[in-house]
């Protein structure tokens, strides 16, 4: 099991625009459609997620990213955050990856949240993602402000790992924040995963 840490892009910086086919609708999605999708469209943020089906990492943590979806984008997109998750690796090297692995995972785990392939991988690419989970929060006008772990919890696997519960506190604390129309601390830990599987 690799790990890679998050680039923590620099603060402030804008979502860069998208547009990926979201594999359980089968419906093309935009940055400012996730932004913007459901009842409530005066979203007060954005949240991307890079994650994949297979990755070690995303699995230990992949529940608790339903809970999150259910309590800031709702069961419609009736929640103040916009979430969107991005699947980023090459899927001819790994299969295990690719769409019907993708719904599987969000219906065994309750994802309320559009799911996108990224099979250019020009998206990973535009946001620095490097590793799988990387979380990218920006605020209502689409800057950044939060980039980093979900919490301390990491898969326990060999020397590597620990026994810490999957709460999602770090990220929460910052989606309360945005939520709250506050800037969040600033004091950010990188995210560790599985690096994005590149193509060639």
Known sequence: M??????????????PAFELVDVISGKAMSRDDVFS?????????LLVMFVCPHCPYVKHLEAELGRIGR???????????????IMSNDTIEYPQDGPDEM??????????FPYLLDESQEIARAYEAACTPDFFLFDGEMKLVYRGQLDESRPRRGDFGNDVPVTGKDLRVALDAVVAGKRPD???????????????
């Open 37 to 45: 999708a459901g009842i409530d469209a005066n979203k007060r943020g």
């Open 71 to 85: 309590d800031y984008f709702g069961e419609n997109g009736e929640g103040p955050i916009g979430i969107a998750a």
């Open 103 to 112: 719904k599987d995972q969000a219906a065994r785990n309750g994802w309320s």
């Open 186 to 200: 600033t004091n950010q830990r990188s995210s560790i995963g599985c690096n994005i599987k590149w193509r060639g």
């Open 2 to 15: 690799s790990r890679t840490e998050s680039t923590m892009v620099q603060l402030g910086t804008i979502a």
